[in-house]
Protein backbone atom coordinates (compact mmCIF):
# COMPACT_ATOMS: atom_id res chain seq x y z
CA UNK A 1 0.00 0.00 0.00
CA UNK A 2 1.40 3.84 -0.50
CA UNK A 3 2.18 5.62 2.37
CA UNK A 4 3.29 9.53 2.64
CA UNK A 5 5.17 11.08 6.04
CA UNK A 6 3.54 13.54 6.90
CA UNK A 7 6.48 15.99 8.13
CA UNK A 8 8.31 15.61 4.69
CA UNK A 9 5.76 14.81 2.01
CA UNK A 10 7.84 11.72 1.19
CA UNK A 11 6.06 8.66 -0.15
CA UNK A 12 6.53 4.89 -0.40
CA UNK A 13 5.43 1.44 -0.88
CA UNK A 14 4.88 0.37 2.83
CA UNK A 15 5.28 -3.61 3.69
CA UNK A 16 5.95 -6.17 6.04
CA UNK A 17 9.36 -5.93 7.92
CA UNK A 18 8.74 -8.62 10.45
CA UNK A 19 8.56 -8.92 14.06
CA UNK A 20 5.91 -6.19 13.91
CA UNK A 21 7.50 -3.49 12.48
CA UNK A 22 7.02 -1.84 8.68
CA UNK A 23 9.23 -0.79 5.96
CA UNK A 24 8.66 2.38 4.25
CA UNK A 25 10.14 1.03 0.79
CA UNK A 26 11.13 3.32 -2.65
CA UNK A 27 12.49 5.83 -0.72
CA UNK A 28 15.14 7.99 -2.95
CA UNK A 29 18.10 8.38 -1.11
CA UNK A 30 17.74 12.36 -1.86
CA UNK A 31 14.59 12.45 0.22
CA UNK A 32 14.64 13.37 3.85
CA UNK A 33 12.45 11.03 6.38
CA UNK A 34 13.33 11.56 10.29
CA UNK A 35 12.84 9.58 13.11
CA UNK A 36 9.25 10.36 15.38
CA UNK A 37 7.83 11.33 11.76
CA UNK A 38 4.22 10.08 11.41
CA UNK A 39 3.86 7.71 8.51
CA UNK A 40 0.20 7.87 6.94
CA UNK A 41 -1.71 6.11 3.90
CA UNK A 42 -1.84 7.84 0.44
CA UNK A 43 -4.84 7.26 -0.85
CA UNK A 44 -5.59 7.70 -4.24
CA UNK A 45 -3.85 9.53 -6.87
CA UNK A 46 -5.22 8.61 -9.88
CA UNK A 47 -9.27 8.57 -10.11
CA UNK A 48 -9.11 5.27 -12.50
CA UNK A 49 -7.70 3.37 -9.93
CA UNK A 50 -8.69 4.19 -6.73
CA UNK A 51 -7.15 3.20 -3.22
CA UNK A 52 -8.41 0.37 -1.18
CA UNK A 53 -7.56 2.82 1.88
CA UNK A 54 -8.16 6.72 1.85
CA UNK A 55 -5.57 9.49 2.25
CA UNK A 56 -4.73 10.06 5.93
CA UNK A 57 -5.46 7.24 8.05
CA UNK A 58 -2.33 7.05 10.74
CA UNK A 59 -0.28 3.72 9.92
CA UNK A 60 2.95 4.35 12.61
CA UNK A 61 5.71 6.40 13.29
CA UNK A 62 9.53 6.27 11.72
CA UNK A 63 11.53 4.28 14.07
CA UNK A 64 15.03 3.80 12.26
CA UNK A 65 15.99 5.71 8.87
CA UNK A 66 19.23 4.18 7.18
CA UNK A 67 21.32 4.28 3.75
CA UNK A 68 23.66 1.70 2.01
CA UNK A 69 26.23 2.41 -0.23
CA UNK A 70 25.00 -0.63 -2.76
CA UNK A 71 21.09 0.12 -1.88
CA UNK A 72 19.30 2.53 -4.46
CA UNK A 73 16.84 3.79 -1.38
CA UNK A 74 17.00 4.36 1.70
CA UNK A 75 15.73 1.82 4.86
CA UNK A 76 13.26 3.45 6.32
CA UNK A 77 11.94 1.09 9.70
CA UNK A 78 8.18 2.39 10.98
CA UNK A 79 6.68 1.19 14.21
CA UNK A 80 3.38 0.79 13.63
CA UNK A 81 0.32 2.06 15.70
CA UNK A 82 -1.01 -1.07 16.00
CA UNK A 83 -0.09 -4.38 16.86
CA UNK A 84 -0.23 -6.19 13.40
CA UNK A 85 0.39 -9.94 14.93
CA UNK A 86 -3.04 -9.93 16.46
CA UNK A 87 -5.37 -9.15 14.03
CA UNK A 88 -7.16 -10.82 12.03
CA UNK A 89 -9.00 -7.86 9.81
CA UNK A 90 -9.13 -4.31 9.54
CA UNK A 91 -11.88 -2.31 8.45
CA UNK A 92 -11.20 1.35 7.34
CA UNK A 93 -14.50 3.99 8.15
CA UNK A 94 -14.53 6.77 5.89
CA UNK A 95 -16.93 10.12 6.38
CA UNK A 96 -19.14 10.69 4.14
CA UNK A 97 -18.25 14.79 4.47
CA UNK A 98 -16.52 16.73 2.31
CA UNK A 99 -12.72 16.36 3.28
CA UNK A 100 -10.12 18.69 2.92
CA UNK A 101 -8.33 18.60 0.11
CA UNK A 102 -4.69 17.36 1.05
CA UNK A 103 -1.71 19.61 0.42
Known amino acids: MSARDLATGVSGMIRNGGRNML???????EQKVNKGDVIVTEGTRDRRYPSLYPYGIPIGRVDQVGTSDIASYRT????????LGSLDSVAALVSTKNVPKRP
Open 76 to 83: VQVQPFAQ
Open 23 to 29: LLDRVAK
